[in-house]
């Protein structure tokens, strides 16, 4: 199977910066689009920004202007730097991949174990 592992995550105060960072790894033949999601307490995981092959990005609305997402096709990794961290940032930061194994006709979809994100006002 197609593993995702996330890092980067920890405990900053509201203004501050993080970078997280997602490798993909297994028998993969190709990366479609990639994503980070979140998910607070008590809610739903929610996207925070996608981007595709070809790197064209897309982020929710309270994340504009804040958070960067970056991949690179050839290490298969994708990236997430947040700055001006806010307090409603706080979350399990999950990466995602839409991805095909080699000797596989299909895609599909994989998900990492999740990042911690914490932000003390």
């Known amino acids: 199977q197609v593993r995702l592992v996330e890092s980067g995550g920890g405990l900053v105060q509201a203004g501050e910066s993080l970078t997280l960072s997602c490798v993909a790894s297994g028998t993969i033949d190709i990366v479609l689009d990639m994503a980070w999601y979140r998910q607070a307490p008590g809610n739903q995981r929610d996207l925070v920004a996608t981007?595709?092959?070809?790197?064209?990005?897309n982020y929710a609305d309270s994340v504009k202007g804040r958070f960067t997402i970056s991949r690179d096709n050839t290490r298969n990794t994708a990236s997430l730097q947040m700055d001006s961290l806010k307090p409603e940032d706080t979350a399990i930061y999950y990466c995602y991949c839409r991805a095909r194994r080699r000797g596989s006709a299909s895609f599909g979809d994989y998900w990492g174990q999740g990042t911690r994100v914490t932000v003390s006002s």
């Open positions: 981007i595709t092959r070809g790197a064209i990005t």
